[in-house]
């Protein structure tokens, strides 16, 4: 049974680019959600994804947007990448609802320049 | 949305001591849980009490819950120099659909 995987582990992006990161969910896991955390703080939720739906959102600007794919992956996209945006973004699977603990995977290191 | 605010900020202590860390949260909920995070990496799910739970052991980690003081505790026993991390509540959002953390205690464990 795999964990939590994303992709990439750390990425350097330019001010008003955008960017997609990856994630893998843990195997029997319907559930996605995703977090940023700036640094010193704790994690703020984005949004939740289950079963290929958005299943609730953050408060987070719409130039952050994501997918679910039929295998339970997915993606976070940020468009217009903001200097304030640079954050460790974590991605959490679990089994369908919060019934359950999530599984994290180790993150993405974003730095916007 | 309601959210967790642990308590204290920051905590040090000696191996062999035990830490306790707190968490309070502002309405109701399901469920409340508490993750480990060493630094930089992701978070560890440590255990989850559902609110009609009041305390839940698991190895060394005891979490309490009192609903009526909205409030729960995590205390970790006979610490280790590997306990060092951040420490984050979660608590189950309005809607009941999401995890909502607090800003986290900063655990050093010294040898």
């Known amino acids: 049974e795999t964990g939590v995987t994303q992709s990439p582990t750390h990425l350097i992006k330019t001010r008003g680019q955008q960017v997609t990161l990856r994630c893998s969910s843990q195997?029997?896991?319907?559930?996605v959600s995703w977090y940023q955390q700036a640094l010193g703080q704790g994690p703020q939720f984005i949004f939740q994804?289950?079963?290929?739906?958005?299943?609730g959102r953050g408060n987070f600007p719409p130039r952050f947007s994501g997918l679910q794919f039929p295998n339970y992956s997915s993606e976070l996209n940020v468009n217009a990448l903001e200097l304030d945006d640079s954050a460790l973004y974590l991605c959490?699977?679990?089994?369908?609802?919060?019934?359950?603990?999530?599984?994290f995977g180790s993150g993405t290191r974003l730095t916007v320049v | 949305s309601q959210q967790g605010e642990e308590d204290p900020q920051a905590l040090s202590i000696q191996e062999g001591e035990n830490a306790t860390m707190n968490c309070s949260y502002k309405?109701?909920?399901?469920?409340l849980q508490w993750y480990r995070q060493n630094s930089g990496r992701g978070l560890v799910h440590l255990i989850l009490?559902?609110?009609?739970?009041r305390e839940k052991h698991s190895g060394r980690l005891r979490v309490t819950l009192d609903t009526s003081k909205k409030s729960s505790s995590l205390l970790i026993t006979a610490s280790r120099a590997a306990d060092t991390a951040s420490y984050f509540c979660?608590?189950?959002?309005?809607?009941?659909?999401?995890?909502?953390f607090g800003p986290g205690t900063r655990l050093s464990v010294l040898p």
């Open positions: 959490a699977s679990s089994p369908a609802g919060n019934h359950y603990g999530y599984t």
């Open positions: 195997s029997g896991h319907n559930t």
């Open positions: 994804y289950y079963r290929e739906e958005e299943n």
């Open positions: 309405t109701s909920i399901n469920n």
């Open positions: 009490i559902r609110s009609n739970e």
């Open positions: 979660a608590t189950d959002d309005d809607y009941g659909q999401n995890f909502v």
